[in-house]
């Protein structure tokens, strides 16, 4: 406060004003009353040694080093680090000088359902015979038939659908030769990944669906 240049630092009155200032904040922050009670314990030990007659130099011994050179020292560091805080103190600060935005990211879980063994595929395909033989008439009749047709065929029933049933494909009056071609048109799908065969539980009724790659398209 009082410009004083740190070479030459009146003791006496720099560590009385340092002492009235302790006790002055003893009643308020004793964390920072203790900071100022180093500094002056350092200044009266600096001012005691200044005080003691110094003992004579013999040959060769270099002069004893000015006390005040060290608290010189402190200084200058106290001030560069001071200088150091205010320039972090510039910098922007998160709440001051700028908010934080947080951006929720929806996360698509997709839910992947049990694979369908050859063992169900098989039993669903006996079944739809079984139903086949029921509704068999004696009426035999000549019949163009094509798997990829039946393939479009196939698309087009799934198509704006999420899941369709296994056996809901096959036209319940088909005889078997119909049924032949669509099962071999529904392997073929599959195959080509195309179409996604599942179930919605182990053992349970087994679904179709088109692919996730063509819906997205």
Known sequence: RHNLDPL??????????????IEAMQQHRMELAAEYLLMAAVLIEIK?????????????????ED???ELMRRLLEYEQMKLAAHKLNELPQAGRDFGLVQVLIERTVVERLPNV?????QNAWLALLTRAKVNASHTVRREELSVREQMSKVLRQLRNCDFVPFEQLFAADA???????TFIAILELAKETLIEI???????????????????E
């Open 117 to 121: 063994s050859i063992e169900d595929l």
């Open 175 to 181: 005889g078997i030769p119909m049924l032949v071609v």
């Open 8 to 21: 030459d630092i009146p003791m006496a009155q720099l560590t009385l004003q340092y002492i009235g200032y």
């Open 67 to 69: 006390p005040r050179v």
């Open 48 to 64: 005691s040694r200044m005080l003691l007659p110094r003992p004579p130099k013999e040959n060769g011994e270099e002069s004893e």
């Open 198 to 216: 599942t179930q919605t539980e182990s053992l349970g009724n087994i679904y179709v669906r088109t692919s996730r790659a063509i819906t997205a």
